[in-house]
Nanobody, 121 residues
């Protein structure tokens, strides 16, 4: 009933840039927040960046100054601009959205399938 579509991952050299896109669709009344989480090999999933519908943002310390999250609310879309990429940024990046189906105030979390980002020379 809610689909989360991710795109933009790929292979990039250290110091390069990528922009990830995520669009939520389906039975959506409102979205409280959208964000990007990442999971590196052998590591637990961690928050990379998150943005609320009001524009408040949160970043992992490791990406501050290099990543920028933004959203286009009318399209239920969030972007993650990743600059100055490092090998340690290599991970599967998952888009998350917190969705309300109606006006009850109950929100549910939905995840995309993930998109691979590989930073290597």
């Amino acid at each position: 009933q809610v689909q989360v579509a991710e795109s933009g991952g790929g292979l990039v050299q250290p110091g390069g840039s990528l922009r990830l896109s995520c669009a939520a669709s389906g039975s959506i009344f409102s979205i409280a927040a959208m964000g990007w989480y990442r999971q590196a090999p052998g590591k637990q999933r961690e928050l990379a960046a998150r943005i609320t519908s009001g524009g408040s943002t949160k970043y992992a310390d490791s990406v501050k100054g290099r990543f920028t999250i933004s959203r286009e609310n009318a399209k239920n879309t969030v972007y993650l601009q990743m600059n100055s990429l490092k090998p340690e940024d290599t991970a599967v990046y998952y888009c998350n959205t917190e969705v309300a189906k109606d006006s009850s105030g109950v929100f549910y979390s939905y995840w995309g399938q993930g998109t691979q980002v590989t930073v290597s020379s």
